[in-house]
């Protein structure tokens, strides 16, 4: 299982971002994505972190597949910044 922790900019509000976050869960459980967390800066409205976990390559696969709903969600694709981590 990797845990992903994804930053990136978003060009709409956080609560509408969110709100089609929120509404693709049922979309990203069928693909085998856990979302553990999301939240915005404390700084800069504009600058997100999404944490989900999932098994090798699915991330990809979903970001791939998806990236259309995730763009319209207003989330900068090319902004993104993913570390993966592994359980130890």
Known sequence: METHVLTFTISTSFADWSRI??????VQRAAGITSLYRGVSK?????????????????EQ??????EMIASSGHVLESTESNIFLAG
Request: overall charge negative; aromatic content about 6%; charged content about 20%.
């Open 21 to 26: 976050y929120d509404d693709s869960a049922p």
């Open 43 to 59: 700084d800069d409205p504009s600058k997100v972190c999404a944490v989900m976990q999932a098994m090798a390559g699915v991330m």
């Open 62 to 67: 979903f970001i791939s597949e998806n990236s």
